[in-house]
């Protein structure tokens, strides 16, 4: 059915057991779909680009949601994952404009990259503590986005998670992250504050670059390297405390902080 432009409605008899890739992709008139309980595998691309689809119930019998599912359904307010979902995978809500609020169910291990990506309205999000990995580029551009905690189960996140959640506020990490990837909260330029576990070895390149309401930081013992920009344009970055564990900051590591060390 890709690209039917004209289909506004249709419901998957319940004898199907997959949604096969690109079966919707680009029904641009789709509103309503109705997936019954014997659907266990949705493909990659199912629904990608269905810029009508508002909303839509995924049977608690769906295993597997692939790739780029949901990208581009713009008009796509509202969507509750079953708990039978183990990973929520690349691009698969990215665009999607009008979602506000998503819970992420219990079950879930992996948060894949680009996920959520230009979820501008997206306010609210709960990661659970299954999650295992949170890839990049995950949450960039998120402008609504206003806080986050990254629970204890988490142990890597990706380049660009955060990159320009503008409205970001609030970072509770509760993992023991060993790094902070490249540009992990480059522009989150609402971020007054922040602590960096102490788990942290590396605070790669980028990663709080233009965070321009940043107030003080403390680099903690366990950090020895800090790369190039890591915290360059932080223009209210006053007050900067560094461990003399640190053995290496890259060029303009601090470029455009009131007080560079």
Same mark, same amino acid.
């Given at each position: 059915?890709?690209?039917?432009?004209?289909?506004?409605?249709?419901?998957?008899?319940?004898?199907?057991?997959?949604?096969?890739?690109?079966?919707?992709e680009r029904c641009s008139s789709l509103r309503q779909i109705t997936i019954p309980s014997s659907v266990v595998f949705i493909g990659d691309c199912a629904f990608q680009r269905c810029s009508s689809l508002r909303q839509i119930t995924i049977p608690s019998s769906v295993i597997y949601i692939g790739n780029r599912v949901f990208q581009g359904c713009?008009?796509?307010?509202?969507?509750?994952?079953?708990?039978?979902?183990?990973?929520?995978?690349?691009?698969?809500?990215?665009?999607c404009r009008l979602i506000k609020k998503i819970t992420i169910p219990p079950s879930v291990l992996s948060i894949r990259n680009y996920s959520f990506s230009k979820?501008?309205?997206?306010?609210?999000?709960?990661?659970?503590?299954?999650?295992?990995m949170i890839g990049a580029n995950t949450f960039e551009h998120c402008s609504s986005l206003k806080q986050i905690t990254i629970p204890s189960s988490v142990s890597f996140v990706g380049d660009n998670a955060f990159y320009r959640c503008s409205s970001l506020k609030e970072i509770n990490i509760l #993992?023991?992250?060993?790094?902070?990837? $490249?540009?992990?909260f480059n522009g =989150? *330029? !609402? %971020?007054? +504050? /922040? &602590? @960096?576990?102490?788990?942290?070895?590396?605070i790669c390149e980028g990663a709080f670059k233009n965070c321009g309401t940043l107030k003080q930081i403390?680099?903690? #013992?366990?950090?020895?390297?800090?790369? $190039?920009?890591?915290?360059?344009? =932080? *223009? !209210? %970055?006053? +007050? /900067? &405390? @560094?461990h003399s564990s640190v053995i290496e900051i890259e060029e303009d590591a601090f470029i455009g902080c009131p007080n560079q060390p």
């Open positions: 059915f890709g690209k039917c432009s004209s289909l506004s409605r249709m419901t998957i008899h319940y004898s199907i057991t997959s949604i096969s890739m690109g079966t919707f713009s008009l796509l307010e509202e969507i509750e994952l079953p708990t039978s979902v183990n990973s929520i995978g690349d691009y698969t809500f990215s665009g979820c501008i309205l997206l306010i609210e999000i709960t990661i659970p503590s299954s999650v295992l #993992s023991k992250l060993t790094s902070f990837e $490249s540009n992990l =989150c *330029s !609402s %971020l007054t +504050q /922040i &602590t @960096i576990p102490s788990s942290v070895k590396m403390t680099i903690p #013992s366990s950090v020895s390297y800090i790369g $190039s920009e890591a915290f360059s344009s =932080c *223009s !209210s %970055l006053s +007050q /900067i &405390t @560094i």
